[in-house]
């Protein structure tokens, strides 16, 4: 009973797929394809589960036995169909939706044959025939699609599709590119079956256990990718955000900043410019320059040490300290700590963090912070085509992730943000 259950699982994710992208992606420009095709496998998956499990000729295993002729061959086309969009390619002649037509024959014979109770010689002469014919259909489709995938690959050379690095470092990777990789899971099971020329679920209980699983999780997952309809790349933090900003109410304005973020970054110039002028009149950029954003947040400075006191010694603390910051841009070291200043100084961090406060009126991290987004501003300014991880790197932050956060609290809105605000001055003064 359990293996039973067991190998139907692959089609109950079919449903549940097919349902949710009913619910959730009617409006994306890949829900027809992924409706049809969850439901192509869902019939295919559950034929080949009742000709393992239900006795040879009865109702159900012949039913299934024919629903498996038209949905089997209309997998791999529904497929490339799907990816053909994800490549924003447009769509074919109508001619050639051709292909269905094979399926559709080898099916309606079936059932005609089934159901007009020719004799029994005649229903086994058509098996045979319809068997070898069946295989070499896949055969010739997997064929079609390995030349498909391999032209899809040297198409999308340039972008990212390093499943490794997806998976164990995060980085984004072409969505093009992974559903290839997830759906070359199930389409390896096809290609097992066609070899050994049997339902690999009637082989043995552990490999049909496997074969199952394997189905199961390859499916999940493409479905999975799928809700993101076109989108050209994709990263383990899109899914994180999905379950962050549906249940847990206090991160929605995180998730929401970051992935303003990632989409400003992917975005064209144009685009941005249309943008920047919503942004500036929404977020009232020029209020927050000038400081009226709020009373906590703190506001760059040019000239962080133009307070301290031209009658202080040079040998003073202070003007060693200041010597470090503003000379020798002690802040530009991404792990700098207060031991380490205080051992320059050749002083202790007490004393020095004190004199920080009592000078300053910022915290020494406080400080460290707004002499590098100060910093940053400038090379920003003078390096207009910079990454951000670039500019993380060059300012002395840890990552990208840790810049943005620390610009927007000292700034008060992301660097996207600030350089358009600079760029809109820019262009009224001249």
């Not at 094979?102 to 044959?113: A, E, H, N």
């Not at 064209?268 to 209020?287: D, F, P, S, T, Y």
């Not at 320059?344 to 987004?373: A, D, Q």
């Not at 001055?425 to 001249?430: D, N, Y």
Request: hydrophobic share 50%; charged share 20%; with cysteine.
């Amino acid at each position: 009973m359990a293996y039973t259950l067991f190998i139907f699982l692959p089609v109950a994710v079919c449903i549940f797929w097919l349902v949710l992208h009913w619910v959730l992606a009617s409006k994306s420009e890949t829900f027809p394809e992924m409706l049809v095709l969850c439901f192509l496998c869902a019939i295919y998956l559950f034929s080949d589960a009742c000709h393992a499990t239900q006795p040879k000729g009865s109702p159900l295993d012949t039913g299934s036995l024919l629903a498996a002729l038209f949905a089997g061959p209309c997998i791999i086309p529904m497929v490339m169909m799907y990816l053909q969009k994800l490549l924003h390619r447009k769509q074919r002649h109508p001619f050639a939706y051709m292909w269905i037509l094979i399926p559709t024959v080898l099916f309606t014979g079936g059932f005609l044959l089934y159901f007009l109770n020719f004799e029994e010689r005649v229903n086994e002469a058509f098996n045979l025939i319809t068997g070898p014919i069946f295989h070499i259909i896949l055969a010739c489709e997997l064929v079609v699609f390995l030349v498909f995938g391999i032209n899809v690959l040297r198409y999308t050379k340039v972008l990212p599709g390093n499943l490794f690095s997806f998976v164990f470092k995060g980085k984004p990777i072409s969505l093009v590119r992974l559903q290839i990789d997830v759906i070359l899971i199930p389409l390896g099971v096809m290609v097992t079956r066609i070899i050994i020329s049997d339902n690999l679920y009637t082989v043995q209980s552990w490999i049909a256990i496997v074969c199952a699983a394997l189905i199961m999780s390859s499916l999940f997952i493409f479905a999975m990718n799928a809700l993101f309809g076109v989108r050209s790349m994709v990263s383990l933090n899109d899914f994180r955000y999905i379950i962050r900003y549906n249940y847990s109410g206090k991160d929605k304005s995180e998730v929401v900043e970051r992935i303003m973020d990632e989409l400003l970054e992917e975005a064209e110039e144009e685009a941005l410019k249309r943008i920047q002028e919503k942004i500036g009149e929404n977020l009232h950029i020029e209020q927050w320059r000038s400081g009226s954003a709020g009373p906590d947040m703190p506001m760059i400075n040019n000239h962080i040490f133009k307070a301290v006191s031209e009658s202080w010694d040079e040998d003073s603390l202070i003007s060693r300290f200041q010597r470090l910051m503003k000379d020798e841009q002690l802040f530009l070291q991404p792990r700098l700590t207060l031991d380490e200043v205080a051992d320059r100084l050749h002083s202790n961090k007490t004393y020095v963090s004190k004199l920080v406060n009592n000078t300053y009126n910022l915290g020494f991290p406080e400080l460290i912070n707004i002499l590098r987004v100060d910093y940053a501003e400038q090379y920003i300014l003078s390096h207009r085509d910079a990454k951000q991880e670039e500019i993380a790197k060059a300012c002395g932050f840890l990552s990208a992730s840790s810049f943005n956060t620390i610009f927007k609290k000292v700034t008060g809105v992301t660097p996207k943000v600030w350089i358009f605000s600079m760029d809109k001055e820019a262009g009224k003064g001249a």
